[in-house]
């Protein structure tokens, strides 16, 4: 027979809620939680008890961490379990933590050219057990249901593993959050680290910054079954207002990590920064950050650089374009980090301007540079459609190809629609008349408080509205199972965002669609978009090769301009020498803004074009 336990809530009945969990958590015996941080981060608190109830966690206060690089203190605190129970039975808990990692079409990567350039590049690995990253990682590599290694984790994670700095390039959906996890992991597992004690402030070993901090979130809700002694409980976590995310580099690190000893802690804009606090508290070995909050807990003194031996950069790209820069700057060389050289520094992301490159070379140290497939380019994976449709008719358009869809069967249950439009405006009002239309939709986009993208997101990867109208925030790193398809209901001025866009179909393996609607307001995405498609052997209509053939320059795109169809791969490989190998500075001598970077990357928006970071 089940207990039904219901831990259920919202804001204003955050006390109510308490007293539920405390009940709870009485009959099962376990410590409860002391969250005192004003209404959201009590919630939040609960939520965490509830979390750690339905692990079967113990749940103590304080500092609960202690030891070599700062990992469990068995005796007092039980890990969450992030691979959830095998019993769940619920369709939504399965929807959002299901990854069907088995049944990738590998083959799909077999061919796919590489290139690695630097001095003396460790050989590539074709199996997991071939490197030795510890009993404990890989048996979470088999709960994650990794058989095999994809190109770039073949290739970088022996790469870090040798203590190499690296900028890598590898298409959308390939493994990249893996390829910089693994070697940080099992370094830290490895390596003996003496931490100052500091009264308040924490010492992580390896920093990973993210852009956004929709980095793709994972949603909380927990409906699991546990067992006490001869009880069976059923434990329903739901919050009515207020749910739990973590991102989902901090998700997936989680997970690499679990049993290892290795803490993660996510920090990023938002959500209640003391809910975050909290958790650094307890011990932080991997800190996962976006740059506005990482500088907020180092501008209060909660987070110390100085022990730092790991830092990733995840979509390196826009990490370091005009808007980010000086904030990643002020982090990695005004605070207290090693620099290059002492600690070892990992760049990724599936595109790599020059420029970008350029200034990148300032954070490493005789790095390797690895190309898997060509820099930029769209994965073949995913089928490329362009149409020639007037702004007027986009709608009915769109409401076309819907309606198609339907009626192939192609938007079944878990079959997902993103549609990426320009303006925060033009996406409340495409999800409207979509919704009018009998197409449940949502939205995701800057004008959104952090909750609601959390939610919309959440809806959107269970189903329950399997149209997603997004801006450029949903652009980067969402990893969401199912997206069968990808329109581009208005394209980027940028071929880079392009990539982006529809990366978030075709991952791992998985075939996808993208679909983008083109007229006379995207000539200047003609060219790089008709060489994107033909580089990945798509059929390019005739009219996209006349338009892209008059050439029409937008400043943009410059990885098409001269020297090359992508504009080359490695940077130091066209006549630039490295900064850290003694050579020309090419960087105007100036090291904090305007970097004498003839046509520096602007950081590809137009005026007026929704960026990831509004
Ligand atoms: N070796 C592997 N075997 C099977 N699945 C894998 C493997 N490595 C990663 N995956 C899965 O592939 C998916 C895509 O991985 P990930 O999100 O790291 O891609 P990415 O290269 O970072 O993409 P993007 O550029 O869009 O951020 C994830 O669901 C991940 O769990």
Same mark, same amino acid.
């Given at each position: 027979?089940?207990?039904?336990?219901?831990?259920?809530?919202?804001?204003?009945?955050?006390?109510?809620?308490?007293?539920?969990? &405390?009940?709870?958590?009485?009959?099962?015996?376990?410590?409860?939680?002391?969250?005192?941080?004003?209404?959201?981060?009590?919630?939040?608190? @609960?939520?965490?008890?509830? +979390?750690?109830?339905?692990?079967?966690?113990?749940?103590?206060?304080?500092?609960?961490?202690?030891?070599?690089?700062?990992?469990?203190?068995?005796?007092?605190?039980?890990?969450?379990?992030?691979?959830?129970?095998?019993?769940?039975?619920?369709?939504?808990?399965?929807?959002?933590?299901?990854?069907?990692?088995?049944?990738?079409?590998?083959?799909?990567? !077999?061919?796919?050219?590489?290139?690695?350039?630097?001095?003396?590049?460790?050989?590539?690995?074709?199996?997991?057990?071939?490197?030795?990253?510890?009993?404990?990682?890989?048996?979470? =590599?088999?709960?994650?249901?990794?058989?095999?290694?994809?190109?770039?984790?073949?290739? &970088?994670?022996?790469?870090?593993?040798?203590?190499? %700095?690296?900028?890598?390039?590898?298409?959308?959906?390939?493994?990249?959050? &893996?390829?910089?996890?693994?070697?940080?992991?099992?370094?830290?597992?490895?390596?003996? $680290?003496?931490?100052?004690?500091?009264?308040?402030?924490?010492?992580?070993?390896?920093?990973?910054?993210?852009?956004?901090? !929709?980095?793709?979130?994972?949603?909380?809700?927990?409906?699991?079954?546990?067992? $006490?002694?001869?009880?069976? /409980?059923? =434990?329903?976590?739901?919050?009515?207002?207020?749910?739990? $995310?973590?991102?989902?580099?901090?998700?997936?690190?989680?997970?690499?990590?679990?049993?290892? #000893?290795?803490?993660?802690?996510?920090?990023?804009?938002?959500?209640?920064?003391?809910?975050?606090?909290?958790?650094?508290?307890?011990?932080?070995?991997? @800190?996962?950050?976006?740059?506005?909050?990482?500088?907020?807990?180092?501008?209060?003194?909660?987070?110390?650089?100085?022990?730092?031996?790991?830092?990733?950069?995840?979509?390196? %790209?826009?990490?370091?374009?005009?808007?980010?820069?000086?904030?990643?700057?002020?982090?990695?060389?005004?605070?207290?980090?090693?620099?290059?050289?002492?600690?070892?520094?990992?760049?990724?992301?599936?595109?790599?301007?020059? !420029?970008?490159?350029?200034?990148?070379?300032?954070?490493?140290?005789?790095?390797?540079?690895? &190309?898997?497939?060509?820099?930029?380019?769209?994965?073949?994976?995913?089928?490329?459609?362009?149409?020639?449709?007037? !702004?007027?008719? +986009?709608?009915?358009?769109?409401?076309?190809?819907?309606?198609?869809?339907?009626?192939?069967?192609?938007?079944?249950?878990?079959?997902?629609?993103?549609?990426?439009?320009?303006?925060?405006?033009?996406?409340?009002?495409?999800?409207?008349?979509?919704?009018? *239309?009998?197409?449940?939709?949502?939205?995701?986009?800057?004008?959104?408080?952090?909750?609601?993208?959390?939610?919309?997101?959440?809806?959107?990867?269970?189903?329950?509205?399997?149209? @997603?109208?997004?801006? %450029?925030?949903?652009?980067?790193?969402?990893?969401?199972?199912?997206?069968?398809?990808?329109?581009?209901?208005?394209?980027?001025?940028?071929?880079?965002?392009?990539?982006?866009?529809?990366?978030?179909?075709?991952?791992?393996?998985?075939?996808?669609?993208?679909?983008?609607? $083109? *007229?006379? *307001?995207?000539?200047?995405?003609?060219?790089?978009?008709?060489?994107?498609?033909?580089?990945?052997?798509?059929?390019?209509?005739?009219? @996209?090769?006349?338009?892209?053939?008059?050439?029409?320059?937008?400043?943009?795109?410059?990885?098409?301009?001269?020297?090359?169809? /992508?504009?080359?791969?490695?940077?130091?490989?066209?006549?630039?020498?490295?900064?850290? #190998? #003694?050579?020309?500075?090419?960087?105007?001598?100036?090291?904090?803004?305007?970097?004498?970077?003839?046509?520096?990357?602007?950081?590809?928006?137009?005026?007026?074009?929704?960026?990831?970071?509004?």
């Amino acid at each position: 027979m089940f207990h039904h336990i219901f831990v259920t809530g919202h804001l204003h009945r955050s006390l109510q809620l308490r007293h539920i969990v &405390a009940h709870c958590q009485e009959m099962i015996g376990l410590a409860m939680v002391d969250p005192q941080v004003g209404p959201v981060g009590e919630v939040l608190g @609960l939520i965490m008890a509830a +979390k750690d109830l339905v692990a079967g966690g113990r749940v103590g206060g304080g500092s609960g961490w202690s030891g070599r690089g700062g990992g469990w203190d068995r005796g007092r605190e039980r890990e969450v379990n992030p691979f959830g129970n095998d019993d769940v039975d619920d369709d939504a808990d399965r929807a959002l933590g299901e990854q069907e990692n088995t049944g990738i079409n590998f083959d799909a990567y !077999e061919d796919i050219p590489v290139e690695t350039s630097g001095d003396n590049v460790p050989p590539p690995v074709n199996t997991f057990v071939e490197i030795d990253l510890g009993d404990a990682l890989n048996q979470n =590599i088999q709960r994650c249901k990794y058989v095999k290694p994809t190109p770039v984790q073949r290739h &970088a994670i022996p790469i870090s593993l040798g203590g190499r %700095d690296l900028m890598a390039c590898a298409q959308t959906g390939s493994g990249k959050t &893996a390829a910089f996890c693994f070697p940080i992991i099992s370094g830290i597992m490895r390596g003996q $680290f003496a931490r100052p004690r500091g009264v308040r402030t924490v010492y992580p070993i390896a920093l990973i910054l993210s852009p956004t901090r !929709e980095l793709s979130c994972q949603a909380g809700l927990w409906v699991k079954s546990m067992h $006490f002694g001869a009880c069976n /409980f059923l =434990i329903y976590a739901i919050l009515i207002s207020s749910v739990h $995310f973590d991102m989902q580099i901090h998700d997936e690190a989680r997970k690499f990590s679990y049993q290892t #000893g290795v803490k993660v802690v996510v920090a990023y804009g938002g959500a209640p920064i003391n809910q975050q606090l909290r958790e650094l508290e307890r011990g932080v070995d991997i @800190l996962v950050a976006t740059p506005g909050r990482l500088v907020d807990l180092l501008e209060r003194a909660r987070v110390s650089l100085q022990m730092v031996r790991y830092l990733a950069l995840d979509e390196a %790209d826009r990490m370091l374009d005009m808007g980010f820069e000086p904030q990643i700057r002020k982090i990695v060389e005004q605070m207290d980090m090693p620099p290059p050289g002492l600690r070892q520094t990992m760049l990724f992301s599936a595109t790599f301007p020059k !420029e970008i490159q350029r200034l990148a070379s300032d954070f490493l140290s005789n790095y390797i540079f690895l &190309a898997v497939g060509r820099v930029g380019s769209s994965t073949d994976l995913i089928v490329q459609r362009v149409e020639f449709v007037l !702004e007027t008719d +986009k709608r009915s358009h769109l409401m076309d190809l819907l309606h198609a869809q339907r009626a192939n069967g192609i938007n079944a249950k878990q079959a997902l629609t993103l549609v990426f439009v320009e303006t925060k405006k033009g996406a409340d009002s495409l999800e409207h008349w979509l919704c009018v *239309n009998g197409f449940p939709a949502t939205t995701i986009h800057g004008d959104r408080t952090q909750q609601e993208r959390e939610q919309a997101l959440r809806s959107f990867k269970t189903g329950k509205t399997p149209i @997603l109208v997004a801006t %450029d925030v949903a652009a980067r790193g969402l990893d969401i199972p199912h997206v069968a398809h990808v329109v581009n209901f208005d394209l980027p001025n940028d071929i880079d965002d392009y990539v982006h866009r529809i990366g978030r179909t075709g991952r791992a393996g998985k075939t996808g669609l993208a679909t983008a609607f $083109f *007229n006379e *307001n995207n000539l200047s995405l003609a060219k790089p978009l008709a060489d994107l498609m033909q580089e990945a052997n798509q059929e390019v209509p005739a009219w @996209l090769t006349r338009y892209a053939s008059r050439s029409y320059g937008g400043g943009k795109n410059k990885r098409y301009g001269g020297g090359g169809r /992508f504009g080359g791969r490695d940077f130091r490989r066209e006549g630039f020498s490295n900064r850290g #190998g #003694g050579g020309t500075d090419y960087y105007g001598g100036n090291s904090s803004g305007g970097y004498g970077v003839p046509g520096s990357y602007g950081g590809g928006y137009g005026p007026g074009v929704t960026s990831a970071w509004d």
